[in-house]
């Protein structure tokens, strides 16, 4: 069953949000006041509205309760952030992600129970999205337009088996740079290093090799 991700706000970094997750083949409901970002987003969400979130009974007919993930991702207005945020917590959303504008901003948000204050500077659209959508991936850097590194955990798959055994790069086009076990990492382990379900696997390589490694090889 595909996940449900509502998103609140299409200025630059809610509508990079909206397409990434599309990508992704989620269910996206998108949402904002602005009639030509709308038109804009409607080829990429699942359902784009027109609404104020600051409206409660909005709010309600969306059915925002039943999304497994509200993003508020609003320009300057701090006041329409906080009170959309502060909304969907009461109104029972699992989990409620919130842009900061400041530190002001991100301190307030932290009070209201946002379960985690977005800092566009630091948190690429692209990131998060990949971030949320895979039970696998831990952490996803951008390195370029085209490559990137990722933090993925092993599964049971790979349990037990070497890095011969695995090809990793030969296979996939990615390169091994280390491997985590509890708190030890080794850094360019040897071709006979054993991989353990739940360890995880620092690589490095292009966007589509580390999507089709985390996809089949994981």
Known sequence: MKKQYVVFGLGRFGGNLVKAL???????????????????????????VRANALDESVLRNLG?????HAFVSFGDNIE???LTSLMLKESGVPIVWSKAQSDYHSKVLEKIG??????????????IAKHIVSDK?????ELSSHYSMA?????????????????????????????????????????????????????????????RFEEEGV
């Not at 970002?37 to 990429?44: I, L, N, P």
């Not at 925002?64 to 497994?68: A, W």
């Not at 990615?174 to 379900?197: N, S, Y």
């Open 22 to 48: 599309a990508e992704s083949d989620s269910e996206v409901l998108a949402v904002d006041q602005d009639y030509d970002k709308v038109q804009e987003y409607s080829k990429y969400a699942t359902q784009v």
């Open 64 to 68: 925002v309760k039943n999304f497994d």
């Open 80 to 82: 329409a952030s906080i």
């Open 114 to 127: 946002v379960d985690r204050v977005i800092q566009p500077e630091r948190d690429t659209a692209r990131r």
């Open 137 to 141: 991936l831990i952490d996803f850097i």
């Open 151 to 211: 933090e993925i955990i092993a599964s049971e798959k790979l349990d037990g088996k070497s890095l011969v055994q695995l090809s990793i790069r030969s296979t996939y086009g990615c390169v091994l740079m280390g491997i985590q076990r509890g708190e030890e990492i080794m850094i360019a382990p040897p071709a006979e290093a054993l991989v353990r379900k739940g360890d995880i696997l620092y690589v490095i390589g292009r966007n589509e090799d580390i999507n």
